[in-house]
């Protein structure tokens, strides 16, 4: 079987997603890139999750050619390829559609930095990217990429980020990036957490943004000190 542990990486973060209670039935997906083959590993269309297994992932180029597996990938594959093929940096994708991250995409509102652990992991404004149709199939990674590719972010999170983490599709859901398939499902599962405190603060009154200085000390902090190195 082909890239075994990063199979079974990819398998055990969908099962994440629905563990954390972000996805319902068969929606949403978890992909991861190896870096050495380019190729994909991605959970396959409409499987019950409950029914999926590391040899049930889909192993596809960047091209979306089938190499390994007997099921074709999830509906979503192209949007991740196209990320993939630009992005040589990301090494995994997960998409969702968590209801309260979501519902600010529906809106089209981003998420300003309300919360220090807003701060902590993303130490910047959740952003939302255009509208997408689903026809040309190229279109949601293109709208992913336009807010991928921007340079306007604040000194501090470049400092230790190369690419946006989360990415809110108007109209969509949810599309979060990381060095690998593990670090992308914790930005999943932190957005959604951030959006439903937001979502009760901003039925109750209207929170106070952090200013940018306090923002910036908060990420240095989480990203410097916190933790074991």
């Known amino acids: ?49 409950e029914d999926l297994s590391p040899e049930k992932m889909v192993v596809v180029d960047l091209e979306g050619r089938i190499i390994e597996g007997d099921l074709k990938p999830s509906v979503d594959t ?9 992005r040589k940096d990301i090494g995994g994708i997960v998409h969702t559609h968590s209801p309260y991250a979501t519902a600010f995409a529906l809106l089209g509102k981003p998420i300003p930095v309300y919360l220090t652990s807003h701060a902590d992991y993303f130490g910047e404004e959740i952003p939302v990217a255009r509208y997408a149709s689903p026809f040309p199939l190229e279109d949601v990674g293109k709208a992913l990429l336009e ?26 859901g949810v599309f979060t990036f990381g060095k690998n398939p593990t670090e992308a ?15 009760f603060a901003l039925t109750l009154g209207v929170p106070e943004r952090l200013p940018s200085e306090e ?12 933790g074991q190195k």
Do not use: Q
């Open 1 to 49: 079987m082909l890239l075994e542990g990063l199979r079974r990486e990819v398998y055990e973060m969908n099962m994440e997603l629905f563990r954390n209670r972000l996805v319902v039935m068969t929606s949403g997906n978890v992909s991861g890139r190896d870096f050495e083959t380019n190729y994909v590993v991605i959970k396959p269309s409409g499987v019950k999750y």
């Open 147 to 172: 807010v991928l590719n921007k340079e306007d972010r604040p000194s501090w999170v470049k400092k230790h980020s190369s690419f946006v983490p989360v990415v809110l599709l108007k109209n969509h």
């Open 185 to 199: 499902l914790k930005y999943a599962v932190m957005v959604e957490e951030i959006a439903k405190t937001c979502y």
């Open 78 to 86: 192209l949007s991740h390829l196209v990320v993939y093929r630009e």
């Open 215 to 226: 923002i910036s000390k908060w990420y240095e902090r989480f990203h410097e000190v916190y």
